[in-house]
Structure formats: structure tokens, C-alpha cells
């Protein structure tokens, strides 16, 4: 495990890196993962979105998304930064997300 709480699983076809971030009321670590060699990111409620997702696939930047998020998912000054760092390291193809609706990188398209 690297010193920031992340860490890669490899398993077969399978390669998981999680991404620790501080979430929850009480900025307790919540995690994500992105298997890289499908380019799934797994981004829990992270980058939720409003409405009902069901069915439905948006097409957005990454980036911008990533960038935009804001003191209310991550009240704390140095973490948002230290998370928004570690998502911009990353291109994910595809982002599932907790609640809302789904995305393809329209970036890397």
C-alpha cells in the first residue's frame, strides 16, 4: 500500500487501484477504484449526479467533472486538492457512479 492509503490489486486481467479520499460526515476515508486495464472508475458518490440515472449514459469530460468537485462532497481544503491531484492522474473511458447518471470520457473519444 503507497503512503496515501492507495494501492493496486492485480489478479489475472484484473488490475484495481483504489483511490482513498476523505468523505462522510466525519472525513472518514472512503474509497474508489479504477480497474485500469478496462478503464472502469468505480467513483461511488463521488461524482453523483442529480436525477435518475436508469438506462441512461451521459457523454462529458472527465476532467472537468473531476475538477468540479466542489467543498460539499469534500470538506476539507488539502484533501479535495490531494483527491482532485489523484483523479486528474487518471483517464478513465467510463465512470459509474453511485447515484445519477453514468458517463463515457467524451475526452478521450
Same mark, same amino acid.
Not at 17 to 32: A, F, M, N, R
Not at 69 to 87: A, H, Q, Y
Given at each position: 500500500?503507497?503512503?496515501?492509503?492507495?494501492?493496486?490489486i #492485480?489478479?489475472?486481467?484484473?488490475?484495481?487501484?483504489?483511490?482513498?479520499?476523505?468523505?462522510?460526515?466525519?472525513?472518514?476515508?472512503?474509497i474508489?477504484?479504477?480497474?485500469?486495464?478496462?478503464?472502469?472508475?468505480?467513483?461511488?458518490?463521488?461524482?453523483?449526479?442529480p436525477?435518475?440515472?436508469?438506462d441512461?449514459?451521459?457523454?462529458?469530460?472527465?476532467?472537468?467533472?473531476? #475538477?468540479?468537485?466542489?467543498?460539499?462532497?469534500?470538506?476539507? #481544503?488539502k484533501?479535495? #486538492?490531494?483527491?482532485?491531484?489523484?483523479?486528474?492522474?487518471?483517464?478513465?473511458?467510463?465512470?459509474?457512479?453511485?447515484?445519477?447518471?453514468?458517463f463515457?470520457?467524451?475526452?478521450?473519444?
Amino acid at each position: 500500500m503507497a503512503a496515501d492509503g492507495d494501492t493496486v490489486i #492485480e489478479e489475472g486481467d484484473i488490475s484495481l487501484k483504489t483511490i482513498t479520499y476523505p468523505c462522510e460526515v466525519h472525513l472518514q476515508d472512503g474509497i474508489i477504484a479504477y480497474e485500469q486495464n478496462s478503464g472502469i472508475l468505480y467513483s461511488s458518490d463521488l461524482m453523483q449526479s442529480p436525477g435518475d440515472g436508469r438506462d441512461t449514459v451521459e457523454e462529458c469530460g472527465y476532467l472537468p467533472r473531476a #475538477e468540479s468537485i466542489s467543498p460539499v462532497r469534500i470538506p476539507n #481544503e488539502k484533501g479535495l #486538492e490531494d483527491t482532485k491531484r489523484k483523479l486528474a492522474s487518471i483517464s478513465p473511458r467510463f465512470v459509474a457512479v453511485g447515484h445519477g447518471f453514468c458517463f463515457v470520457n467524451a475526452d478521450i473519444m
